[in-house]
């Protein structure tokens, strides 16, 4: 029904003419043209209205010309009569538009006009009027055909015209949307992008119905291109050479899933506009000379050091101007700082060439020099950098970060993003326009790796966005030794991209002018839309997987070709000369130019004796060291002000009238009744870590999965108005009106990708607390590249230290495998402690330990501790990473709980908590001391007391697992003589604590004799825990009864 009064509101003149004799010329045309709707079409209904005056303006519109519905008392002896909204003051209407269009046809709308001159040229009933478009495959119009009609310009208006028209649009967006499958995209020549050679028919003019004949035709251009300028309209053989030329030369654009119309359209504008790739003799010139270097830094490193692996740039220089081109263009539009991430290939080239690092310290690289700092350094195209310099271009000062990454080619991706967060956030620059990020990709890594994946989807999340990050993927369309078709399941490489909706601008890397468009289209698209884009440097590379590899076994076609390549800077500066933009003797001297720096520097490298690994840091803290003791720790207690104070605010409801949920105000009464009594549980203790760290003016971040209210229900940092969706409360950001920020956010779930990207945070501003939390503690095993290879051994190798802390609950509490053990015995394993040395004692054993460590481990059993254990992270005058196995039931234990005693100004971190019973008073007479830590320590202690052992057995925690508290615990062997040693663990025994405490007791007690020194616990499994609950219990008593067994 709303389709036909929409038909009958836009049928332009259907109504007849002045008095009888010209009323049934019209009449007839009528009576066809709605035939076919229902009666009630006309009955009041629809559509919009048009104006009544004969200024130009269309037919008006059954209610929009003001004229009644109701049925006219005129009867005609035709079907019109039928139509309701025919009547005496409709009539009077139409001859009125018609007088004027007779007095001048130009007076009244062109489709009065077309009406009148189709019926009064004797039109056949149904033909005068012409029906606009309609997408209605159900609108019940019977028209009888007519090859031609009367245009409103006095022509004839032929259905082909229309027809042909139709198909050029058509033609226009199928280059749009796939004239990237058949652009010249692969330098060889050998193979397509995509992988797929064939051309899609959308593609094929003979698929339109238009023929050779067709190409002088003239065509109106649609709004949706802008090939032609300042033209309307063009040629047919016009439209498909500027469409060609647009979307089928070096460039390839995939753009046409983007859904936003304005970006579309931003897009086709920077590819489509005639002439927009005409660069200047100084634009064309600088690419050259920035070519040079590229191509001379590779091919003097091959010289000196040929049998060096270096993974350099050959096949892919372009990279290089690229780079800087998108640099110096995003400084132009105001950024002040570029984060850098790649993988290791053409990596010292950037170094060099992109970031300015002093040669001679590249060169140093490849000498055995012995370092003369800390660390035990990386290989050479691993490493990173940080410099700050004047961009020439701009005259603007900018910072660059060239982030370390091991050979993981991916994993520094939300590393990457992280870091850049972090500067925006302590910029305050919350839009992304002075700190932006660059990631480098290969193309099978790029496909391959699902951390790709999970770092695009971080970019538009509110707390993990960068406001737009310029990905170039150098393609060298192969993967070490493995094929694209072997390598990848989708057309392209950069597919992925396409999930958040990023333009992809493939681009032939031997195009130099080419990638200098794509690179400026990809800055401009970054600071307009602040949004990621993927630039596709279709290349090759010219030696093997490395300057030792031997590619002809796997790709001897591919690299039959490759060695009659000819470099893209000799193409580029022939292509120069025939243009007379340089001279002959210019290139050559150019290059010589440029060899000449490198030997200079090559020279001053010779005479060094010693590398530093501090050169390659690439986030330095300026001003965090200086003027601090290095093994001194300031204090972890409060004030108990602080903490009433804290307390307070974290246990009341929201102001106002926000409504929270029953069971919230039932936790916050309890909350309050602790701080009442002095007393915290564990969230308590937590927040007051947090909130005395935010009064400090230290930024405290939390994020993971489902950390704002917490996977087991007991943090509640985010309070969630009941009736209003998305109206939250978050107490901890209102302690104080000067506080620091706090930042609780649930994360993606994603663990590599997340993780990642809070060790970023971490690396950039010492003076902050930036926390991960698993879901489970088991979850860190899918982020286990992020933990071997960055937190456990980042400062070893790159001298960069990160507080970041990894908060894991744990604990055997009979939820199966993949929901007991946070794995302990993977982080000791990479302790870096000796377990066979044991430190000198002294005053400052405890720092020295931590400053020597590469990061602690821990297990914490109270409240306080753990408090302590947040603030000390701060306190440090130095930064380590921090993994906490967190606890579940804990959380909820009634004897889990602190006093404020215990967190008060004086107090600190336990690394050991002893005996307090009365054994403790008692030790000649104790039986038994048994070492434990976490949860466990309470279900020993409980069955103790039932057992009457309390005499008996001394119960030890060890809080601090790693670095491993020698001293307290050989003090607290030699309190108890006469005891036998007990190690006891809810784990197996091949997990867990077990084999890092054994060899560190042994060395810890070798002074005070030999000592029986036994295990407690479940023994060795594949499994970390049973799914069994029969069998959880079991196991349990097993471990009780052993580790009590006198």
């Known amino acids: 029904m709303y389709r036909a009064r929409t038909l009958v509101t836009n049928v332009l003149p259907l109504l007849p003419p002045n008095g009888t004799e010209r009323l049934s010329v019209v009449v007839n045309q009528l009576r066809c043209v709605v035939r076919g709707t229902s009666s009630s079409s006309g009955n009041g209904g629809g559509g919009g209205g048009g104006s009544a005056s004969t200024g130009g303006n269309p ?34 209407y139409v001859e009125e538009m018609y007088d004027a269009w007779l007095e001048d046809p130009k007076s009244v709308h062109i489709s009065w006009d077309t009406f009148f001159k189709n019926a009064t040229a004797g039109a056949k009933p149904g033909e005068a009027y012409i029906p606009p478009p309609t997408l209605s495959a159900s609108t019940q119009l019977t028209i009888s055909p007519k090859p031609s009609f009367i245009s409103s310009s006095g022509g004839i208006l032929d259905e082909r015209i229309i027809d042909d028209h139709l198909a050029v649009q058509a033609i226009i967006r199928s280059y749009q949307t796939r004239g990237h499958n058949v652009a010249q995209l692969d330098p060889l020549g050998i193979s397509s992008a995509d992988l797929d050679t064939s051309t899609p028919p959308e593609l094929v003019l003979q698929s339109y119905s238009l023929e050779e004949k067709d190409m002088n035709r003239m065509f109106k251009l649609p709004a949706t291109t802008f090939i032609g300028g300042s033209e309307t309209a063009l040629s047919l053989s016009e439209i498909l050479r500027r469409l060609e030329e647009a979307y089928c030369r070096h460039i390839g654009v995939e753009f046409m899933f983007i859904n936003s119309l304005e970006q579309l359209n931003w897009i086709r504008k920077k590819f489509e506009t005639p002439a927009i790739m005409a660069f200047t003799k100084d634009e064309k010139r600088l690419m050259m000379a920035r070519l040079v270097r590229s191509q001379g830094f590779e091919a003097f490193l091959a010289r000196k050091f040929a049998s060096d692996k270096r993974f350099g740039l050959e096949g892919c220089e372009v990279l290089i101007p690229a780079m800087k081109l998108i640099i110096d263009k995003s400084s132009e539009l105001g950024i002040e700082s570029v984060i850098m991430g790649m993988p290791h290939r053409g990596r010292l080239n950037v170094l060099a060439n992109v970031c300015r690092k002093p040669l001679q310290q590249i060169f140093t690289q490849f000498s055995s020099l ?58 305050g620059d919350t839009e992304g326009k002075k700190v932006m990020s660059i990631l480098l990709h290969g193309d099978a890594a790029f496909s391959g790796q699902g951390i790709v994946y999970e770092t695009f989807h971080l970019s538009d999340l509110p707390d993990y966005s960068t406001h737009g990050t310029i990905h170039i993927v150098v393609n060298n369309q192969v993967g070490f030794t493995t094929d694209p078709r072997f390598a990848r399941s989708s057309p392209y490489c950069t597919d992925v991209a396409r999930v958040v909706n990023a333009p992809i601008f493939h681009v032939n890397a031997d195009d130099p002018e080419a990638v200098m468009h794509v690179c400026i289209v990809a800055a401009e698209w970054r600071a307009t839309y602040h949004k990621d884009c993927v630039i596709d440097l279709v290349c090759y590379r010219r030696n093997g997987h490395n300057e030792s590899d031997e590619p002809m076994f796997t790709q001897p076609l591919m690299y039959t070709k490759i060695k009659n390549q000819i470099p893209v800077l000799e193409k580029y500066g022939k292509k120069l000369l025939d243009e007379g933009l340089i001279t002959e003797q210019e290139f050559v001297e150019e290059k010589e130019k440029y060899d000449k720096i490198c030997e200079e520097a090559f020279k001053i490298a010779s005479k060094e004796t010693q590398v530093f690994n501090k050169d390659w840091l690439d986030s330095p803290w300026r001003g965090f060291f200086e003027g601090r003791d290095p093994l001194k720790c300031g204090p972890t207690g409060i004030d108990k002000e602080s903490l009433v104070h804290i307390g307070t605010k974290f246990s009341s409801p929201p102001p106002g009238e926000f409504v929270i949920h029953n069971g919230i105000k ?29 009064k400090e003016g230290i930024h405290v971040r939390l994020s993971g999965q489902d950390v704002e209210r917490g996977t087991f229900s007991h943090r509640h940092h985010v309070l969630h108005h009941q009736k209003i969706d998305k109206v939250t409360y978050r107490p901890l950001c209102d302690l104080y009106a000067d506080q620091a920020p706090y930042t609780v956010c649930n994360s993606s779930l994603s663990e590599f990708g997340v993780l990642g990207f809070e060790l970023g945070f971490s690396m950039t501003n010492p003076n902050a607390l930036v926390i991960w939390e698993a879901q489970f503690g088991d979850f860190n095993n899918t982020a286990q590249c ?19 802390v990894l908060l894991l609950p744990h604990g055997m509490e009979g939820m199966g495998p993949e929901h007991s053990s946070a794995r302990p015995e993977r982080f000791l394993q990479l302790c870096s402690d000796d377990p066979d040395y044991f430190p000198p004692e002294g005053e400052q054993f405890e720092i020295r330990q931590l400053h020597d460590i590469n990061w602690q481990v821990m297990n914490c059993s109270t409240p306080a501790n753990f408090f302590h254990a947040m603030r000390r992270q701060i306190a440090l005058p130095f930064r380590k990473p921090l993994i906490m196995m967190t606890p579940k039931s804990l959380l909820r234990h009634p004897e889990a709980k602190s006093s404020f005693a215990e967190m008060v100004t004086g107090t600190t971190f336990q690394r050991v908590i002893p005996d307090d019973g009365p054994a403790s008073r008692n030790p000649e007479n104790v039986k038994k001391l048994v070492f434990c830590t976490g949860k466990v320590f309470y279900e020993i202690r409980k ?99 052993s580790a009590l067994q006198l």
Not at 796 to 801: C, E, I
Not at 1010 to 1033: E, I, L, M
Request: charged residues 25%; hydrophobic residues 35%; neutral net charge.
């Open 943 to 1041: 069955e103790r007391k039932n057992r009457n052992l309390d005499g008996d057995v001394a119960i030890c925690r060890i809080e601090q697992i790693c670095p491993f508290p020698f001293d307290l615990v050989k003090k607290e062997v030699a309190k108890y003589p006469g005891a036998r040693l007990c190690w006891a663990q809810e784990e197996h025994k091949n997990q867990g604590y077990w084999s890092y405490i054994h060899p560190r007791f042994e060395t810890a007690t070798k002074e005070l004799g030999q000592r029986d020194f036994s295990y407690a616990g479940r023994a060795s499994s594949a499994s970390p825990a049973t799914g069994n609950k029969h069998q959880h219990v079991k196991e349990q008593k097993m471990l009780i009864d």
């Open 370 to 427: 012995e370092s003369a700092d800390e660390g035990s350094g990386d290989v050479k195209y691993h490493l990173g950098t940080y410099i700050e310099r004047l961009n020439r271009m701009t005259n603007k000062n900018i910072r660059l970060a060239v982030v370390a990454n091991p050979s993981h080619l991916e994993a520094v991706d939300s590393i990457v993003q992280g870091k850049t967060r972090a500067e925006q956030f302590y910029r």
């Open 59 to 92: 037919a008006p519109t059954a209610d929009g010309s003001g004229v009644s519905s109701s049925t006219s008392s005129r009867q005609y002896a035709t079907a019109v009569a039928l139509e309701p909204f025919l009547n005496g003051s409709s009539t009077n």
């Open 666 to 694: 039932r936790i916050l009464k309890s909350r309050h009744d602790m701080v009442k009594e002095e007393t915290v549980d564990w969230a308590l203790g937590e927040a007051m870590a947090f909130g005395s760290l935010l």
């Open 786 to 804: 992020i933990i071997d290879q960055f937190i456990s051994s980042g400062q070893a190798k790159w001298v960069r230290q990160s507080g970041i």
